[in-house]
Protein backbone atom coordinates (compact mmCIF):
# COMPACT_ATOMS: atom_id res chain seq x y z
CA UNK A 1 0.00 0.00 0.00
CA UNK A 2 0.97 3.53 -0.87
CA UNK A 3 1.87 5.58 2.37
CA UNK A 4 -1.41 8.14 2.28
CA UNK A 5 -2.00 11.01 4.85
CA UNK A 6 -4.14 14.07 5.98
CA UNK A 7 -2.34 16.73 6.07
CA UNK A 8 -4.90 19.58 5.92
CA UNK A 9 -8.48 20.26 7.73
CA UNK A 10 -10.96 22.35 7.89
CA UNK A 11 -14.54 22.73 8.77
CA UNK A 12 -17.03 25.89 8.69
CA UNK A 13 -18.52 27.52 12.00
CA UNK A 14 -21.67 25.16 11.68
CA UNK A 15 -24.83 27.16 12.64
CA UNK A 16 -27.93 25.66 13.76
CA UNK A 17 -30.13 27.29 11.28
CA UNK A 18 -29.76 28.99 7.87
CA UNK A 19 -27.72 31.49 7.14
CA UNK A 20 -29.39 32.17 3.19
CA UNK A 21 -25.45 31.22 1.75
CA UNK A 22 -25.40 29.45 -0.93
CA UNK A 23 -23.66 25.78 -0.99
CA UNK A 24 -20.47 26.97 -2.99
CA UNK A 25 -20.65 29.95 -0.39
CA UNK A 26 -20.48 27.80 2.26
CA UNK A 27 -17.46 25.71 0.60
CA UNK A 28 -15.78 27.88 -0.74
CA UNK A 29 -13.90 29.46 2.71
CA UNK A 30 -12.84 25.77 3.78
CA UNK A 31 -11.47 25.12 0.66
CA UNK A 32 -9.26 28.10 0.15
CA UNK A 33 -8.61 27.29 4.18
CA UNK A 34 -7.06 23.91 2.69
CA UNK A 35 -5.43 25.53 -0.25
CA UNK A 36 -3.97 27.95 2.41
CA UNK A 37 -2.36 25.75 4.94
CA UNK A 38 -0.88 22.94 2.14
CA UNK A 39 0.48 25.93 -0.22
CA UNK A 40 -1.90 23.87 -3.08
CA UNK A 41 -3.31 25.88 -5.87
CA UNK A 42 -4.25 22.41 -7.77
CA UNK A 43 -4.99 18.85 -6.83
CA UNK A 44 -4.00 15.65 -8.39
CA UNK A 45 -7.48 14.46 -7.66
CA UNK A 46 -10.98 16.10 -6.35
CA UNK A 47 -13.63 14.54 -4.95
CA UNK A 48 -16.62 15.70 -2.89
CA UNK A 49 -19.70 14.22 -1.43
CA UNK A 50 -23.24 15.32 -0.72
CA UNK A 51 -26.41 15.12 -1.27
CA UNK A 52 -28.68 16.84 -3.72
CA UNK A 53 -32.66 15.80 -1.84
CA UNK A 54 -31.29 18.11 1.06
CA UNK A 55 -31.19 20.92 -0.89
CA UNK A 56 -34.29 19.47 -3.19
CA UNK A 57 -31.94 20.32 -6.47
CA UNK A 58 -30.89 17.78 -9.08
CA UNK A 59 -27.04 17.73 -9.22
CA UNK A 60 -26.37 20.35 -6.72
CA UNK A 61 -23.13 18.73 -5.92
CA UNK A 62 -22.09 20.44 -9.54
CA UNK A 63 -23.35 24.00 -8.95
CA UNK A 64 -20.61 23.57 -5.82
CA UNK A 65 -17.77 22.87 -8.27
CA UNK A 66 -17.88 26.87 -8.35
CA UNK A 67 -16.04 26.82 -4.93
CA UNK A 68 -13.09 25.35 -6.51
CA UNK A 69 -11.74 26.11 -9.96
CA UNK A 70 -12.65 23.34 -11.98
CA UNK A 71 -11.15 25.54 -15.42
CA UNK A 72 -8.73 23.95 -16.83
CA UNK A 73 -10.39 20.45 -16.31
CA UNK A 74 -9.49 18.83 -13.19
CA UNK A 75 -9.43 15.45 -12.47
CA UNK A 76 -13.07 15.06 -9.96
CA UNK A 77 -15.82 12.90 -8.96
CA UNK A 78 -18.44 12.96 -6.43
CA UNK A 79 -20.19 10.43 -4.27
CA UNK A 80 -23.80 10.78 -3.48
CA UNK A 81 -22.86 9.94 0.39
CA UNK A 82 -20.95 11.46 3.25
CA UNK A 83 -17.84 13.07 2.60
CA UNK A 84 -15.99 10.00 4.56
CA UNK A 85 -16.88 8.08 1.66
CA UNK A 86 -14.99 10.86 -0.85
CA UNK A 87 -12.23 10.03 1.52
CA UNK A 88 -11.84 7.12 0.84
CA UNK A 89 -12.59 7.21 -2.74
CA UNK A 90 -9.77 9.88 -2.75
CA UNK A 91 -7.46 7.70 -0.65
CA UNK A 92 -8.22 4.77 -3.33
CA UNK A 93 -7.41 7.25 -6.45
CA UNK A 94 -3.92 7.79 -4.99
CA UNK A 95 -2.73 4.18 -3.72
CA UNK A 96 -2.54 4.13 -8.38
CA UNK A 97 0.71 6.26 -7.93
CA UNK A 98 0.05 8.68 -10.58
CA UNK A 99 -0.73 11.22 -8.77
CA UNK A 100 0.38 12.43 -5.17
CA UNK A 101 -3.15 14.94 -3.54
CA UNK A 102 -5.96 14.68 -3.34
CA UNK A 103 -8.62 17.27 -2.16
CA UNK A 104 -12.31 16.03 -0.31
CA UNK A 105 -14.81 17.79 0.73
CA UNK A 106 -18.06 17.06 1.92
CA UNK A 107 -21.24 20.13 2.41
CA UNK A 108 -24.71 19.76 3.95
CA UNK A 109 -27.83 22.38 4.76
CA UNK A 110 -30.35 20.39 6.82
CA UNK A 111 -32.07 23.58 7.67
CA UNK A 112 -33.84 24.05 4.34
CA UNK A 113 -36.47 20.68 4.77
CA UNK A 114 -37.00 18.80 7.23
CA UNK A 115 -34.32 15.72 7.74
CA UNK A 116 -36.84 13.48 10.05
CA UNK A 117 -38.75 12.94 6.30
CA UNK A 118 -36.20 13.52 3.96
CA UNK A 119 -34.63 10.43 5.62
CA UNK A 120 -37.80 8.42 4.31
CA UNK A 121 -36.46 9.02 0.79
CA UNK A 122 -33.00 6.69 1.54
CA UNK A 123 -34.99 3.95 2.19
CA UNK A 124 -36.50 0.90 0.04
CA UNK A 125 -39.46 2.01 -1.83
CA UNK A 126 -41.18 -1.55 -1.67
CA UNK A 127 -41.29 -2.28 1.83
CA UNK A 128 -40.38 0.71 4.15
CA UNK A 129 -40.67 4.22 2.40
CA UNK A 130 -44.70 3.74 1.56
CA UNK A 131 -44.89 3.26 5.29
CA UNK A 132 -43.53 6.65 5.99
CA UNK A 133 -40.85 5.31 8.75
CA UNK A 134 -38.74 8.31 9.17
CA UNK A 135 -35.36 8.59 10.39
CA UNK A 136 -36.47 9.13 14.13
CA UNK A 137 -38.52 6.12 13.80
CA UNK A 138 -36.05 3.66 12.80
CA UNK A 139 -33.78 5.62 15.01
CA UNK A 140 -36.13 4.46 17.94
CA UNK A 141 -36.67 0.79 16.60
CA UNK A 142 -33.03 0.43 17.08
CA UNK A 143 -33.05 2.25 20.26
CA UNK A 144 -35.24 -0.23 21.57
CA UNK A 145 -33.46 -3.34 20.70
CA UNK A 146 -30.04 -1.94 22.45
CA UNK A 147 -31.77 -1.23 25.46
CA UNK A 148 -28.89 1.42 26.46
CA UNK A 149 -30.17 3.09 30.10
CA UNK A 150 -31.28 6.11 30.32
CA UNK A 151 -28.87 7.41 32.15
CA UNK A 152 -26.43 6.53 30.23
CA UNK A 153 -27.76 8.28 26.87
CA UNK A 154 -27.96 11.29 29.17
CA UNK A 155 -24.45 11.32 30.19
CA UNK A 156 -23.40 10.64 26.38
CA UNK A 157 -25.65 13.71 25.77
CA UNK A 158 -24.48 16.31 28.54
CA UNK A 159 -20.75 15.14 27.26
CA UNK A 160 -21.07 16.00 23.93
CA UNK A 161 -22.81 18.98 24.17
CA UNK A 162 -19.79 20.61 27.02
CA UNK A 163 -17.45 19.19 24.70
CA UNK A 164 -19.61 21.13 21.02
CA UNK A 165 -19.37 24.50 23.47
CA UNK A 166 -15.50 24.29 24.12
CA UNK A 167 -15.16 23.63 20.01
CA UNK A 168 -15.47 27.15 18.57
CA UNK A 169 -16.81 24.79 14.80
CA UNK A 170 -19.43 23.20 16.88
CA UNK A 171 -23.51 24.29 17.89
CA UNK A 172 -23.57 25.82 21.74
CA UNK A 173 -26.48 23.43 23.03
CA UNK A 174 -28.31 23.65 27.00
CA UNK A 175 -26.75 21.36 28.94
CA UNK A 176 -30.50 21.04 29.92
CA UNK A 177 -31.94 18.00 28.30
CA UNK A 178 -35.78 18.49 27.43
CA UNK A 179 -37.04 14.74 28.84
CA UNK A 180 -40.25 14.53 25.94
CA UNK A 181 -39.89 11.92 23.65
CA UNK A 182 -40.03 11.72 20.18
CA UNK A 183 -40.50 8.04 19.38
CA UNK A 184 -40.14 6.42 22.42
CA UNK A 185 -37.49 5.61 23.62
CA UNK A 186 -35.61 8.42 21.85
CA UNK A 187 -36.11 11.82 23.28
CA UNK A 188 -35.69 14.66 21.46
CA UNK A 189 -32.30 15.60 23.21
CA UNK A 190 -31.24 12.50 21.65
CA UNK A 191 -31.13 13.41 18.59
CA UNK A 192 -28.08 15.48 16.50
CA UNK A 193 -29.34 19.07 15.79
CA UNK A 194 -30.05 20.29 12.15
CA UNK A 195 -27.00 21.79 10.98
CA UNK A 196 -25.68 23.88 8.66
CA UNK A 197 -21.69 23.28 7.32
CA UNK A 198 -19.35 22.32 5.28
CA UNK A 199 -15.24 20.30 5.75
CA UNK A 200 -12.68 20.07 3.63
CA UNK A 201 -9.30 17.55 3.68
CA UNK A 202 -6.44 17.42 1.74
CA UNK A 203 -4.85 13.47 1.51
CA UNK A 204 -0.67 13.81 0.54
CA UNK A 205 0.70 10.28 -0.82
CA UNK A 206 4.89 9.88 -0.04
CA UNK A 207 7.17 12.32 0.00
CA UNK A 208 4.43 15.16 -0.71
CA UNK A 209 3.20 14.52 2.11
CA UNK A 210 6.25 15.50 4.98
CA UNK A 211 6.55 18.14 2.48
CA UNK A 212 3.18 19.89 3.26
CA UNK A 213 2.44 18.99 6.72
CA UNK A 214 4.49 18.85 9.96
CA UNK A 215 3.17 16.14 11.50
CA UNK A 216 0.76 14.10 8.90
CA UNK A 217 -2.21 11.80 10.10
CA UNK A 218 -0.73 8.65 8.09
CA UNK A 219 -3.78 6.26 7.39
CA UNK A 220 -2.69 2.86 8.49
CA UNK A 221 -5.75 1.51 7.74
CA UNK A 222 -9.41 2.63 6.21
CA UNK A 223 -11.96 0.01 4.83
CA UNK A 224 -15.78 0.03 5.02
CA UNK A 225 -18.44 -2.37 5.18
CA UNK A 226 -21.99 -2.50 4.81
CA UNK A 227 -24.84 -4.70 6.58
CA UNK A 228 -28.65 -5.69 4.38
CA UNK A 229 -30.79 -2.70 4.02
CA UNK A 230 -33.84 -4.20 5.62
CA UNK A 231 -33.74 -3.83 9.43
CA UNK A 232 -35.74 -7.04 9.71
CA UNK A 233 -32.91 -9.21 8.54
CA UNK A 234 -30.03 -7.13 10.91
CA UNK A 235 -29.55 -7.62 14.70
CA UNK A 236 -30.23 -4.10 15.62
CA UNK A 237 -28.82 -4.38 19.19
CA UNK A 238 -24.87 -4.51 17.35
CA UNK A 239 -23.70 -3.01 14.21
CA UNK A 240 -21.86 -6.21 12.71
CA UNK A 241 -21.13 -4.12 9.89
CA UNK A 242 -19.04 -1.49 11.85
CA UNK A 243 -17.14 -4.82 13.67
CA UNK A 244 -15.95 -5.99 10.29
CA UNK A 245 -14.62 -2.33 9.16
CA UNK A 246 -12.78 -2.33 12.01
CA UNK A 247 -11.30 -5.63 11.49
CA UNK A 248 -10.27 -4.61 7.48
CA UNK A 249 -9.22 -1.51 8.42
CA UNK A 250 -6.75 -3.06 11.02
CA UNK A 251 -6.73 -6.53 12.73
CA UNK A 252 -7.74 -5.64 15.87
CA UNK A 253 -8.01 -1.61 16.43
CA UNK A 254 -5.44 -2.26 19.58
CA UNK A 255 -4.86 1.35 21.68
CA UNK A 256 -7.11 3.88 20.53
CA UNK A 257 -6.55 7.68 22.36
CA UNK A 258 -9.18 9.42 20.89
CA UNK A 259 -12.13 7.92 18.77
CA UNK A 260 -14.15 10.48 16.78
CA UNK A 261 -17.47 8.09 15.80
CA UNK A 262 -20.63 9.50 13.62
CA UNK A 263 -23.33 8.52 16.15
CA UNK A 264 -26.14 10.99 15.02
CA UNK A 265 -28.07 9.07 17.99
CA UNK A 266 -27.03 8.92 21.55
CA UNK A 267 -27.98 5.41 21.55
CA UNK A 268 -25.22 4.59 18.46
CA UNK A 269 -22.47 5.64 20.29
CA UNK A 270 -22.41 2.82 22.55
CA UNK A 271 -23.42 0.22 20.38
CA UNK A 272 -20.17 1.39 17.86
CA UNK A 273 -18.13 1.72 20.87
CA UNK A 274 -18.79 -2.05 21.59
CA UNK A 275 -18.69 -3.04 17.75
CA UNK A 276 -15.40 -1.12 17.15
CA UNK A 277 -14.12 -2.89 20.85
CA UNK A 278 -12.56 0.58 21.79
CA UNK A 279 -10.67 0.57 24.80
CA UNK A 280 -12.32 1.96 27.71
CA UNK A 281 -9.35 4.84 28.05
CA UNK A 282 -10.27 5.84 24.40
CA UNK A 283 -11.58 9.64 24.15
CA UNK A 284 -14.66 9.61 22.58
CA UNK A 285 -16.04 12.45 20.43
CA UNK A 286 -14.05 15.23 21.77
CA UNK A 287 -15.45 17.49 19.30
CA UNK A 288 -18.66 17.33 20.69
CA UNK A 289 -19.24 14.08 17.66
CA UNK A 290 -22.05 15.16 15.62
CA UNK A 291 -24.78 15.90 18.67
CA UNK A 292 -22.69 19.04 18.63
CA UNK A 293 -22.92 19.83 15.22
CA UNK A 294 -23.84 17.32 12.50
CA UNK A 295 -24.10 19.04 8.93
CA UNK A 296 -25.36 15.97 6.92
CA UNK A 297 -23.16 14.95 4.23
CA UNK A 298 -19.68 16.54 5.82
CA UNK A 299 -20.05 14.74 9.81
CA UNK A 300 -18.31 11.63 8.98
CA UNK A 301 -15.61 13.66 6.89
CA UNK A 302 -15.31 16.03 9.85
CA UNK A 303 -15.16 12.80 12.51
CA UNK A 304 -12.01 11.95 10.19
CA UNK A 305 -10.53 15.26 10.07
CA UNK A 306 -11.20 15.75 13.90
CA UNK A 307 -9.39 12.82 14.72
CA UNK A 308 -6.57 14.06 12.22
CA UNK A 309 -6.42 17.56 13.72
CA UNK A 310 -5.07 15.29 17.12
CA UNK A 311 -2.36 13.80 15.23
CA UNK A 312 -1.54 17.10 13.35
CA UNK A 313 -1.13 18.93 16.94
CA UNK A 314 0.89 16.35 18.62
CA UNK A 315 -1.67 15.59 21.39
CA UNK A 316 -2.45 11.92 19.53
CA UNK A 317 -0.32 9.60 17.87
CA UNK A 318 -3.60 6.96 17.08
CA UNK A 319 -6.62 7.87 16.41
CA UNK A 320 -9.49 6.79 14.69
CA UNK A 321 -11.94 8.59 12.57
CA UNK A 322 -15.23 6.78 11.89
CA UNK A 323 -18.03 7.68 9.62
CA UNK A 324 -21.52 6.04 9.44
CA UNK A 325 -24.68 6.01 6.08
CA UNK A 326 -28.18 4.36 5.80
CA UNK A 327 -30.60 3.30 8.09
CA UNK A 328 -29.55 2.23 11.56
CA UNK A 329 -25.82 2.52 10.79
CA UNK A 330 -26.17 0.35 7.88
CA UNK A 331 -22.96 1.25 6.32
CA UNK A 332 -19.62 1.88 8.60
CA UNK A 333 -16.10 3.15 7.44
CA UNK A 334 -13.29 2.57 9.71
CA UNK A 335 -10.28 5.22 9.73
CA UNK A 336 -7.14 4.57 11.44
CA UNK A 337 -4.53 7.04 11.31
CA UNK A 338 -1.07 7.53 13.01
CA UNK A 339 1.45 10.02 13.60
CA UNK B 1 -36.94 47.68 1.04
CA UNK B 2 -33.34 46.41 2.49
CA UNK B 3 -33.73 44.46 5.58
CA UNK B 4 -30.95 42.14 6.87
CA UNK B 5 -32.67 39.25 6.85
CA UNK B 6 -32.43 37.05 3.69
CA UNK B 7 -34.85 36.90 0.66
CA UNK B 8 -36.90 33.55 1.32
CA UNK B 9 -39.00 31.21 -0.91
CA UNK B 10 -40.97 27.82 -0.87
CA UNK B 11 -39.48 25.13 -3.24
CA UNK B 12 -40.98 21.85 -3.58
CA UNK B 13 -39.44 18.64 -5.14
CA UNK B 14 -42.16 16.43 -5.94
CA UNK B 15 -43.02 13.62 -8.78
CA UNK B 16 -46.45 14.39 -9.82
CA UNK B 17 -48.64 11.36 -9.69
CA UNK B 18 -45.37 9.17 -8.27
CA UNK B 19 -42.66 7.25 -9.58
CA UNK B 20 -43.45 3.96 -11.33
CA UNK B 21 -41.16 1.26 -10.12
CA UNK B 22 -40.96 -2.16 -11.53
CA UNK B 23 -41.01 -4.81 -8.75
CA UNK B 24 -38.93 -7.77 -10.03
CA UNK B 25 -40.09 -11.03 -9.68
CA UNK B 26 -39.60 -11.71 -5.79
CA UNK B 27 -41.40 -8.36 -4.58
CA UNK B 28 -43.78 -8.90 -7.53
CA UNK B 29 -44.74 -12.04 -6.16
CA UNK B 30 -44.69 -10.66 -2.75
CA UNK B 31 -46.91 -8.12 -3.25
CA UNK B 32 -49.37 -10.26 -5.47
CA UNK B 33 -50.02 -12.42 -2.43
CA UNK B 34 -50.53 -9.35 -0.24
CA UNK B 35 -52.87 -8.49 -2.38
CA UNK B 36 -54.66 -11.83 -2.17
CA UNK B 37 -55.07 -11.34 1.32
CA UNK B 38 -51.79 -13.97 2.01
CA UNK B 39 -48.25 -13.48 3.91
CA UNK B 40 -44.99 -15.35 2.02
CA UNK B 41 -41.84 -15.54 2.27
CA UNK B 42 -38.86 -17.06 0.24
CA UNK B 43 -36.63 -19.71 0.82
CA UNK B 44 -32.80 -19.38 1.08
CA UNK B 45 -30.48 -22.36 -0.59
CA UNK B 46 -29.53 -22.85 3.43
CA UNK B 47 -33.31 -23.11 4.04
CA UNK B 48 -34.17 -19.77 5.50
CA UNK B 49 -37.21 -17.77 5.07
CA UNK B 50 -36.86 -14.04 4.08
CA UNK B 51 -39.74 -12.03 5.10
CA UNK B 52 -40.04 -9.71 3.04
CA UNK B 53 -38.40 -11.66 0.56
CA UNK B 54 -35.72 -10.37 -1.21
CA UNK B 55 -33.97 -11.58 -4.86
CA UNK B 56 -30.70 -12.71 -2.96
CA UNK B 57 -29.83 -14.01 0.69
CA UNK B 58 -27.99 -10.95 2.40
CA UNK B 59 -25.74 -13.46 4.21
CA UNK B 60 -24.38 -15.39 1.67
CA UNK B 61 -25.03 -12.88 -2.04
CA UNK B 62 -26.24 -15.75 -3.72
CA UNK B 63 -29.71 -15.89 -5.43
CA UNK B 64 -32.80 -17.17 -3.29
CA UNK B 65 -34.43 -20.38 -4.64
CA UNK B 66 -37.64 -20.14 -5.98
CA UNK B 67 -39.63 -21.74 -3.08
CA UNK B 68 -42.26 -18.86 -1.42
CA UNK B 69 -43.56 -19.94 1.82
CA UNK B 70 -46.88 -18.73 3.29
CA UNK B 71 -46.32 -17.36 6.72
CA UNK B 72 -47.87 -15.94 9.81
CA UNK B 73 -50.30 -14.53 9.56
CA UNK B 74 -49.52 -14.11 13.02
CA UNK B 75 -46.43 -13.26 14.44
CA UNK B 76 -44.01 -11.80 17.37
CA UNK B 77 -42.58 -8.65 17.79
CA UNK B 78 -38.96 -8.49 18.64
CA UNK B 79 -38.68 -4.60 19.38
CA UNK B 80 -41.16 -1.60 18.74
CA UNK B 81 -40.97 2.20 19.27
CA UNK B 82 -43.76 4.43 20.22
CA UNK B 83 -44.72 7.14 18.46
CA UNK B 84 -47.41 9.32 20.78
CA UNK B 85 -47.69 12.27 17.81
CA UNK B 86 -47.85 10.75 14.26
CA UNK B 87 -46.59 12.64 11.92
CA UNK B 88 -48.97 13.14 8.18
CA UNK B 89 -46.88 10.32 6.42
CA UNK B 90 -47.48 7.65 9.20
CA UNK B 91 -50.12 5.00 7.84
CA UNK B 92 -52.21 5.87 11.46
CA UNK B 93 -53.73 8.65 12.74
CA UNK B 94 -53.87 8.21 16.14
CA UNK B 95 -50.96 7.19 18.57
CA UNK B 96 -49.51 3.89 17.51
CA UNK B 97 -46.19 1.64 17.57
CA UNK B 98 -43.36 0.97 15.03
CA UNK B 99 -42.19 -2.61 15.42
CA UNK B 100 -40.14 -5.37 13.63
CA UNK B 101 -42.25 -8.35 13.55
CA UNK B 102 -41.22 -11.99 13.16
CA UNK B 103 -44.04 -13.87 11.31
CA UNK B 104 -44.83 -17.13 12.24
CA UNK B 105 -43.01 -19.14 10.09
CA UNK B 106 -40.30 -16.49 8.71
CA UNK B 107 -36.36 -16.34 10.27
CA UNK B 108 -36.48 -12.69 9.50
CA UNK B 109 -38.64 -9.75 11.15
CA UNK B 110 -41.15 -7.63 9.01
CA UNK B 111 -41.55 -3.73 9.99
CA UNK B 112 -44.47 -2.35 10.28
CA UNK B 113 -47.54 -0.13 12.40
CA UNK B 114 -49.12 -1.61 15.43
CA UNK B 115 -52.65 -0.13 16.62
CA UNK B 116 -52.19 -1.08 19.97
CA UNK B 117 -53.84 2.01 21.90
CA UNK B 118 -51.51 2.22 24.50
CA UNK B 119 -47.75 1.82 24.72
CA UNK B 120 -47.71 -0.50 27.13
CA UNK B 121 -49.97 -3.03 25.14
CA UNK B 122 -46.68 -3.74 22.65
CA UNK B 123 -43.63 -4.94 23.72
CA UNK B 124 -41.10 -7.63 22.67
CA UNK B 125 -42.74 -10.64 22.79
CA UNK B 126 -46.12 -9.41 22.10
CA UNK B 127 -48.25 -11.73 19.67
CA UNK B 128 -49.93 -9.47 16.66
CA UNK B 129 -52.00 -10.04 13.57
CA UNK B 130 -52.59 -8.36 10.43
CA UNK B 131 -55.52 -5.93 10.06
CA UNK B 132 -56.04 -6.10 6.36
CA UNK B 133 -57.38 -3.13 4.29
CA UNK B 134 -60.73 -3.51 2.73
CA UNK B 135 -59.54 -2.73 -0.88
CA UNK B 136 -56.32 -4.08 -1.80
CA UNK B 137 -54.02 -3.11 -4.41
CA UNK B 138 -50.59 -5.03 -4.08
CA UNK B 139 -48.59 -2.67 -1.70
CA UNK B 140 -47.23 -2.99 1.66
CA UNK B 141 -50.07 -1.01 2.85
CA UNK B 142 -52.52 -3.52 2.12
CA UNK B 143 -52.07 -4.57 5.37
CA UNK B 144 -53.37 -1.20 7.07
CA UNK B 145 -51.33 -2.37 10.17
CA UNK B 146 -51.03 -5.22 13.19
CA UNK B 147 -52.90 -5.73 15.97
CA UNK B 148 -52.71 -7.44 19.42
CA UNK B 149 -54.19 -10.76 19.72
CA UNK B 150 -57.92 -10.40 20.84
CA UNK B 151 -57.96 -10.99 24.46
CA UNK B 152 -61.32 -9.05 25.61
CA UNK B 153 -64.20 -7.99 23.85
CA UNK B 154 -67.08 -5.40 25.09
CA UNK B 155 -70.66 -6.40 25.79
CA UNK B 156 -73.41 -4.03 26.08
CA UNK B 157 -75.81 -4.49 28.55
CA UNK B 158 -79.45 -2.92 28.41
CA UNK B 159 -82.72 -4.20 29.66
CA UNK B 160 -86.12 -2.22 30.76
CA UNK B 161 -87.98 -2.52 33.42
CA UNK B 162 -91.61 -1.18 34.86
CA UNK B 163 -91.28 -0.70 38.94
CA UNK B 164 -93.98 -0.27 40.49
CA UNK B 165 -94.20 1.35 44.00
CA UNK B 166 -97.16 -0.17 45.91
CA UNK B 167 -97.10 -0.84 49.40
CA UNK B 168 -94.60 0.47 51.86
CA UNK B 169 -92.66 2.01 49.42
CA UNK B 170 -95.22 3.92 47.84
CA UNK B 171 -95.76 5.23 51.14
CA UNK B 172 -92.86 6.62 51.53
CA UNK B 173 -92.48 7.81 47.95
CA UNK B 174 -95.51 9.62 48.53
CA UNK B 175 -93.87 11.29 51.82
CA UNK B 176 -90.94 12.27 49.66
CA UNK B 177 -93.43 14.15 47.06
CA UNK B 178 -94.83 16.11 50.43
CA UNK B 179 -90.69 17.20 51.22
CA UNK B 180 -90.75 14.86 54.28
CA UNK B 181 -89.40 11.12 55.05
CA UNK B 182 -91.58 8.79 56.29
CA UNK B 183 -90.45 6.10 58.60
CA UNK B 184 -91.77 3.27 60.72
CA UNK B 185 -91.17 2.25 64.45
CA UNK B 186 -91.08 -1.55 65.60
CA UNK B 187 -93.62 -2.63 68.56
CA UNK B 188 -91.20 -5.03 69.58
CA UNK B 189 -87.70 -3.53 69.62
CA UNK B 190 -88.29 0.08 68.86
CA UNK B 191 -86.19 0.36 66.46
CA UNK B 192 -86.72 3.34 63.52
CA UNK B 193 -86.82 2.13 60.49
CA UNK B 194 -86.55 4.81 56.86
CA UNK B 195 -87.52 4.58 54.34
CA UNK B 196 -90.57 3.44 55.80
CA UNK B 197 -91.37 -0.61 55.61
CA UNK B 198 -93.78 -2.49 56.85
CA UNK B 199 -92.33 -5.01 59.09
CA UNK B 200 -88.93 -5.33 61.18
CA UNK B 201 -86.32 -7.57 59.65
CA UNK B 202 -85.30 -8.19 63.80
CA UNK B 203 -88.55 -8.96 65.25
CA UNK B 204 -90.39 -10.28 61.90
CA UNK B 205 -93.67 -8.09 63.09
CA UNK B 206 -95.79 -5.42 61.54
CA UNK B 207 -94.26 -2.15 62.27
CA UNK B 208 -96.59 -0.90 64.73
CA UNK B 209 -96.52 3.40 63.76
CA UNK B 210 -95.50 5.47 61.56
CA UNK B 211 -93.54 8.71 62.26
CA UNK B 212 -91.96 11.28 60.08
CA UNK B 213 -87.92 11.86 60.42
CA UNK B 214 -86.29 15.71 59.65
CA UNK B 215 -84.12 16.11 56.92
CA UNK B 216 -81.41 16.06 58.88
CA UNK B 217 -78.26 13.51 59.64
CA UNK B 218 -74.86 12.10 59.90
CA UNK B 219 -72.85 10.47 57.19
CA UNK B 220 -72.21 7.24 58.69
CA UNK B 221 -69.91 6.15 55.27
CA UNK B 222 -69.78 6.84 51.46
CA UNK B 223 -68.23 5.96 48.19
CA UNK B 224 -66.75 8.18 45.71
CA UNK B 225 -67.93 7.50 42.29
CA UNK B 226 -66.28 7.84 38.99
CA UNK B 227 -68.47 6.36 36.42
CA UNK B 228 -71.39 8.36 35.32
CA UNK B 229 -74.45 7.76 36.90
CA UNK B 230 -77.70 9.22 35.46
CA UNK B 231 -79.14 9.92 38.76
CA UNK B 232 -76.50 11.77 39.66
CA UNK B 233 -75.36 15.58 38.49
CA UNK B 234 -71.58 14.89 37.36
CA UNK B 235 -68.59 12.89 38.18
CA UNK B 236 -67.25 12.25 40.03
CA UNK B 237 -70.35 11.95 42.86
CA UNK B 238 -70.46 10.55 46.37
CA UNK B 239 -73.21 8.40 47.42
CA UNK B 240 -73.49 7.59 51.50
CA UNK B 241 -75.05 6.04 54.09
CA UNK B 242 -76.51 8.86 56.18
CA UNK B 243 -78.30 8.06 59.61
CA UNK B 244 -81.44 10.44 60.02
CA UNK B 245 -81.85 11.81 63.32
CA UNK B 246 -83.89 9.62 65.20
CA UNK B 247 -83.54 6.94 63.21
CA UNK B 248 -81.86 3.73 63.62
CA UNK B 249 -81.07 2.62 60.09
CA UNK B 250 -79.15 4.76 57.59
CA UNK B 251 -80.47 5.19 54.17
CA UNK B 252 -78.43 5.84 50.80
CA UNK B 253 -78.22 9.20 49.25
CA UNK B 254 -75.88 11.58 47.25
CA UNK B 255 -74.11 13.83 49.02
CA UNK B 256 -73.73 17.03 47.22
CA UNK B 257 -72.77 21.24 47.73
CA UNK B 258 -69.40 19.91 48.77
CA UNK B 259 -65.82 18.35 46.83
CA UNK B 260 -66.18 14.61 46.91
CA UNK B 261 -62.33 14.44 48.64
CA UNK B 262 -64.08 16.91 51.55
CA UNK B 263 -67.00 14.29 52.24
CA UNK B 264 -66.29 12.22 55.42
CA UNK B 265 -67.28 10.02 57.95
CA UNK B 266 -69.36 11.60 61.03
CA UNK B 267 -70.19 14.77 58.43
CA UNK B 268 -73.46 16.03 59.65
CA UNK B 269 -75.83 16.99 56.27
CA UNK B 270 -79.43 18.38 55.36
CA UNK B 271 -81.26 17.32 52.59
CA UNK B 272 -81.63 19.19 50.09
CA UNK B 273 -85.37 19.72 48.24
CA UNK B 274 -86.04 20.76 45.03
CA UNK B 275 -88.87 23.63 44.65
CA UNK B 276 -91.97 22.66 46.26
CA UNK B 277 -93.90 23.16 42.74
CA UNK B 278 -91.49 20.59 41.11
CA UNK B 279 -91.82 17.94 44.01
CA UNK B 280 -92.59 14.10 42.75
CA UNK B 281 -93.12 11.35 44.73
CA UNK B 282 -89.74 9.98 43.65
CA UNK B 283 -85.94 10.26 45.05
CA UNK B 284 -85.26 13.15 42.51
CA UNK B 285 -87.36 15.60 44.80
CA UNK B 286 -83.90 15.13 47.48
CA UNK B 287 -81.33 17.05 45.41
CA UNK B 288 -78.82 15.77 47.58
CA UNK B 289 -77.53 16.07 51.36
CA UNK B 290 -75.27 18.88 51.77
CA UNK B 291 -73.09 19.64 54.59
CA UNK B 292 -74.81 22.00 57.39
CA UNK B 293 -71.60 23.17 58.77
CA UNK B 294 -72.10 21.56 61.84
CA UNK B 295 -69.16 19.58 64.35
CA UNK B 296 -68.93 16.66 62.89
CA UNK B 297 -70.33 13.79 65.18
CA UNK B 298 -68.58 11.03 67.06
CA UNK B 299 -69.48 7.63 65.36
Known amino acids: ?339 | MPSDEPLTAEHVLEFPGGYTRTTGPVIGRFLTELRAGRLVGVRTAEGRVLVPPLEYDPATGEPVTGEYVEVGPAGTVTASAWVAEPLATHPLDRPFAWALIKLDGADTALVHAVDAGNPKAVAAGTRVWPVWRGERSGHITDISCFAPEVSKIVSPVRSSYRLKAGGALGVFLEGIGRGVFVGGRCGGCGKVYVPYRLSCPECGILLAERTELPGTGTVTTFAINNLPDPRAPEVPFVSAYILLDGADVPMIALVGGVPAHEVRHGMRVRAEWVPENERTPSMASVRWFAPTGEPDVEL
Not at chain 1, 49 to 63: H, K, N, R
Request: overall charge negative.
Open chain 1, 1 to 339: MRQVAIVAFAQSRHTGHDTGLSEPELILPVINEVKDATGLKRFGFTCSGSCDYLAGAPFSFVSALDAIGAWPPISESHVEMDGAWALYEAWVRLQHGDVDSALVYGFGKTSMGDPRTLMTLQLDPYYLAPLGLDQVSFAALQASAAGVPREELDAIVRRSRADGRRNPFALDLPDELPADPVVEPVRASDLAPVTDGAAAVVLAAGELARQLCERPAYVTGIAHRIEPHYLGLRDLARSASAADAARAAEDGLGPVEVAELHAQFAHEEPILRRALELPDDTVINPSGGPLAANPVMATGLIRIGEAARRVHDGTARRVVGHAAGGPCLQHNLVTVLEA
